[in-house]
T-cell receptor
Framework: DGGITQSPKYLFRKEGQNVTLSCEQNLNHDAMYWYRQDPGQGLRLIYYSQIVNDFQKGDIAEGYSVSREKKESFPLTVTSAQKNPTAFYLC????????????FGPGTRLTVL | GNSVTQMEGPVTLSEEAFLTINCTYTATGYPSLFWYVQYPGEGLQLLLKATKADDKGSNKGFEATYRKETTSFHLEKGSVQVSDSAVYFCALSDAGANSKLTFGKGITLSVRP
């Protein structure tokens, strides 16, 4: 089955700790995206990557970092500099050069205590 | 910049009622338009899309028509079911190579038996 996996589904961390969220896809998509979702708000773009070893900041990149060493993987690190990290994080991917539809993973709910 | 405005929610309907969820957008160029659905605790699923003016997207009884003259992409369904209860997001994809998505705030639909 092709798809996007995110792990873990629920994550708890103490304030001041960095935490890394996993996103893996086996759709052979070039582009990958990270979004943050807060109650009553739409999704906001954190980072995106169009190709391996390249990524760009989205609208709310402060306090986050990413890497794209493999086509299949796009991990997101929530650093201690992120002032309000508790949220639902969604990863998406898209095939470039074709339809511009993004496909989403199941999400990770991060709670910082 | 791009923006998407959805009608305020939540919306509560009885089963078999007619559904309309309004969505208007502001964008440069010719964006693609999407409706995504999110069931409780899950990621987003693509419901339907339209890529150019006057296109109609449809899926699972839902429809939306890309209206460039009114910059709208309203979602409709003739007869809702309890299983349609979810959060619905309208989104647009910019016309550039990055195809970043801009989301509305989402609207919660509850369908009672």
């Amino acid at each position: 089955d092709g798809g996007i996996t995110q792990s873990p589904k629920y994550l708890f961390r103490k304030e001041g700790q960095n935490v890394t969220l996993s996103c893996e896809q086996n759709l052979n998509h070039d582009a990958m995206y990270w979004y943050r979702q807060d109650p009553g708000q739409g999704l906001r773009l954190i980072y995106y990557s169009q190709i391996v070893n390249d990524f760009q900041k989205g609208d709310i990149a402060e306090g986050y970092s990413v890497s794209r060493e493999k086509k299949e993987s796009f991990p997101l690190t929530v650093t201690s500099a992120q002032k309000n990290p508790t949220a639902f994080y969604l990863c998406a991917s898209r095939a470039t050069g074709g339809p511009d539809t993004q496909y989403f993973g199941p999400g990770t709910r991060l709670t910082v205590l | 910049g791009n923006s998407v405005t959805q009608m305020e929610g939540p919306v509560t309907l009885s089963e078999e009622a007619f559904l309309t969820i309004n969505c208007t957008y502001t964008a440069t160029g010719y964006p693609s338009l999407f409706w995504y659905v999110q069931y409780p605790g899950e990621g987003l699923q693509l419901l339907l899309k339209a890529t150019k003016a006057d296109d109609k997207g449809s899926n699972k009884g839902f429809e939306a028509t890309y209206r460039k003259e009114t910059t709208s992409f309203h979602l409709e369904k003739g007869s809702v079911q309890v299983s349609d209860s979810a959060v619905y997001f309208c989104a647009l994809s910019d016309a550039g190579a990055n195809s970043k998505l801009t989301f509305g705030k989402g609207i919660t639909l509850s369908v009672r038996p």
